[in-house]
């Protein structure tokens, strides 16, 4: 090689070297608390000052100009230690080894997992007496709502015969664009925007498409807040369907919103200063609809937070997120947080579809516009069987029609890609008539509802598959297909229900198997809530329809549901830790549904699993009186992560909390965590039997002299026993232990499978019934 050539090459080989040595993403950085020099008057002089004297990587000997770029995004000082920075890698390494730097943690980008329902819970306003009336609607408790923001004027949010905001209250109104501080009042107590974080990665952001104000530019923030504490408002309606009164869980309950999430996602460094900020403000409830991907806790600032808000005394919820319905799916899974899965309720949309055969098949849709003509078919096709691309075409992708093809049409699309509400619009474009959407296999039969905007319905993947078929046949007889949409409207008393939604996250746990997760599931399949007016309901910008109201599924509905359902058991139970309001949520939660079979599946039509729901869907007047609780302190915890092999450095970054493990794994092992659910895992090393033992303690927060018995189910072919199988409560507040014993058999399985096998036990007075199920795991290792 000649010798200018080799160089050059080294020369470009150094500079690229250097341009990605000097690339900065966001670190979070946790600092022991006592570390400051005295000679800095704050800690954020003491950041900036430690930043100012990194230096990167030298080219040519003289230092980048980009040295000077690093600074301090935010600070933290409540539920986390420390600040936030862009940092290259080396400075990130320089940084860590400093004295009096905890971690140096790589920030994430989560994203929004994207009524009827309080009448489907048993919330119902005539009712002399319950939770609701216990807890006076919730109206002193403030719910903290982590998400996109909030569109004030709604009715939802109105504060009409509201008392006075509560006077612990220390949060603010923050002004910003179209957002003046009077957005706020006795309903709306609290409203402020985190964007430093996502501003530091992705640059200024574009204020013609997002507000930098806690306005809601996205419709997502508006509606989980309106879930957990809407106001009453009547009529309610999205485009005629589902009419009637909308409220939220908790109607009186005043709400917080903590703006952290915009058009590029929601970045952790804005999270963490949400749960900073929002303890000090003073919130009783943290609602969190957001989620990424499930890393070790000390790695996860949403885990970090949570712990923070956690220990002082804040319930947490959060979205199990949707990545179902396959297993390992499930996030948010910090034994410290409520993890809520997604069911369906009573009511559905039917809009089905005729073909030209006489068939009709089931679909659903909440399209609002002019519907097709009546008693008339209209040929219909699949675009994959149209477009030059097959797959852009099955998919309905921008461009991917041919509209001499599509125009006049109905068009059979598949799932996938591009958000179910665009592929209308390609349609619409292309000039196609309607637009059926056909789930793919992974999908299964799970359906939701959508504001389309064209008339369009959406199928499960065996009635898409069954359309595919009847094309196929049609075009060998050289006869168009036909068919047509029917929509139905609002139809309510469905059965069954609850469901376990497609596409709502799956156990087990992936960090902590030991922990079932989901905890719960609580409505989340086509919920009506409030809608920002700047955002049509399809959510596509081109769609300019304007409504009060809007229908949406995810576990990000569900959240919210238990959120406000916590504020009401906080009110009427003041006394309550976190873990005392999740375990009453857990023991009171049923897995039947209203045909008085178990829960099924949605996805396959098959009955559900406890990876699916946990401990059941929530029962919100069963929970204001449990009976018994299991109850957890933050030492707990912290125990927990040292009988789950954390270090003492790791177990620091998260809790905040110096500790020596010896005690906690003298004590037991990860599953003696107090949990309201019982999991256990076992691989399979040769032995024909093998057991494990649980240690529970119960809390009576029913009534004085009171026994309990214990009913078991076992899993099939285990032996499980509880000692002692009576518990004798002399008074409330009474906490009283018990041991359980699981046994298994050794099972005939193939290398790397495994086996789940799940019972319960309930203990009950003859008044309450305390349950929990027991999860057990066999696993034949490789």
């Not at 990605?20 to 003491?46: M, Q």
């Not at 399985?749 to 019972?759: D, E, F, R, T, V």
Request: hydrophobic share 35%; net charge neutral.
């Amino acid at each position: 090689m000649p010798k200018s050539l080799l160089t050059s090459l080294l020369i470009v080989i150094v500079i690229v070297l250097a341009d990605a040595e000097i690339h900065r993403k966001t670190f979070i950085i946790r600092v022991e608390r006592d570390a400051k020099p005295s000679i800095f008057p704050t800690h954020k002089h003491w950041y900036e000052s430690t930043l100012r004297s990194l230096s990167t990587t030298a080219i040519d000997g003289k230092l980048s100009d980009s040295t000077d770029v690093s600074s301090v995004i935010h600070t933290y000082e409540t539920v986390f230690h420390g600040f936030s920075a862009k940092l290259s890698t080396s400075e990130a390494q320089k940084i860590e080894s400093l004295s009096g730097i905890v971690a140096v943690i790589p920030e994430q980008v989560r994203h929004v997992h994207t009524t009827r329902s309080p009448e489907f819970l048993g919330l119902k306003t005539s009712d002399s007496a319950g939770l609701l009336k216990e807890s006076d609607f919730g109206s002193d408790l403030v719910i903290g709502v982590i998400d996109t923001g909030i569109w004030p004027e709604r009715k939802s949010f109105n504060d009409r015969e509201l008392g006075p905001v509560p006077t612990k209250w220390k949060g603010q109104c923050v002004a910003g664009e179209d957002f003046p501080a009077t957005s706020c009042n006795r309903k709306l107590i609290g409203a402020r925007y985190f964007s430093d974080g996502y501003e530091a990665t992705n640059g200024k952001m574009n204020e013609t498409t997002e507000f930098r104000s806690p306005r809601d530019s996205d419709g997502h923030g508006t509606h989980t807040a309106s879930i957990a504490a809407g106001r009453y408002v009547f009529p309610a309606s999205t485009l005629g369907y589902a009419r009637g009164i909308a409220a939220g869980m908790a109607p009186k309950a005043r709400l917080a919103a903590y703006k952290v999430c915009w058009n590029a996602g929601c970045y952790d460094s804005d999270i963490l200063a949400a749960f900073d900020v929002a303890v000090t403000d003073g919130v009783d409830v943290i609602s969190l609809s957001v989620g990424g991907v499930v890393v070790p806790y000390y790695l996860d600032a949403i885990a970090i937070g949570a712990f923070g808000a956690s220990d002082a005394g804040i319930f947490v919820s959060a979205s199990a997120g949707n990545g179902g319905p396959g297993g390992l799916t499930v996030t948010n899974v910090a034994p410290w947080v409520t993890t809520v899965g997604a069911g369906n309720i009573d009511r559905d949309f039917p809009a089905n579809i005729k073909l030209g055969n006489g068939k009709i098949i089931s679909g659903v849709s909440v399209y609002g516009g002019p519907a097709l003509a009546p008693h008339k078919l209209y040929p219909l096709i699949y675009a994959g069987s149209e477009g030059s691309d097959g797959y852009s075409s099955s998919l309905c992708l921008e461009g991917s029609l041919d509209p001499n093809i599509v125009r006049g049409k109905i068009v059979l699309c598949d799932r996938g890609i591009n958000s179910r509400a665009a592929k209308g619009e390609v349609v619409k474009k292309a000039g196609g008539f309607g637009m059926i959407l056909a789930n793919g296999v992974f999908d299964g039969e799970g359906l939701v509802a959508d504001c389309h905007v064209l008339p369009a319905t959406s199928v499960g993947a065996s009635a898409g598959e069954e359309i595919r078929k009847y094309i196929t046949e049609m075009s060998k007889t050289k006869t168009p297909a036909m068919a047509t949409i029917i929509f139905r409207g609002t139809r309510v008393n469905v059965q069954p229900a609850p469901v376990v939604t497609a596409f709502s996250a799956r156990g087990p746990n992936p960090e902590s198997p030991e922990i079932l997760k989901p905890d719960v599931i609580a409505p989340g399949l086509n919920i009506l809530a409030a809608w920002p007016d700047g955002v049509g309901p399809s959510g596509i910008p081109s769609d300019k329809r304007r409504t009060e109201f809007n229908i949406l599924s995810g576990t990000s509905m569900a959240c919210p549901h238990v959120s406000g359902l916590a504020a009401l058991l906080k009110a009427a139970h003041p006394e309550w830790s976190p873990a005392a309001i999740r375990s009453a949520l857990m023991t009171t939660a049923y897995t039947v549904d209203n045909r008085g079979e178990t829960m099924l599946d949605e996805s396959t039509g098959n009955s559900s699993t406890v990876m699916d729901y946990g401990a059941g869907h929530v029962h919100p007047q069963k929970a204001m009186n449990p009976g018994l609780i299991y109850d957890l302190s933050s030492y707990d915890y912290v125990d927990f992560l040292c009988n789950s092999n954390y270090t003492t450095k790791n177990i620091q970054l998260v809790t905040r909390k110096y500790t020596d493990c010896s005690r906690a794994k003298r004590a037991g092992h990860v599953g003696n965590l107090n949990y309201p659910s019982l999991s256990a895992v076992f691989q399979q090393y040769g032995k024909k039997k093998r057991s494990t033992h649980f240690i529970r303690t119960v809390t009576n927060v029913g009534e004085s002299n009171s026994v309990y018995a214990v009913t078991i189910k076992p899993p099939e072919g285990l032996a499980v026993t509880v000692q002692p199988e009576r518990l004798a409560f002399r008074r409330v507040g009474q906490k009283l232990n018990f041991l359980v014993r699981v046994q298994v058999r050794e099972e005939k399985l193939a290398p790397g499978n495994s086996i789940l096998k799940s019972g319960s036990i309930v203990w009950s007075d003859g008044k309450h019934n305390v349950t929990s199920p027991i999860v057990v795991t066999i696993q034949q290792p490789l």
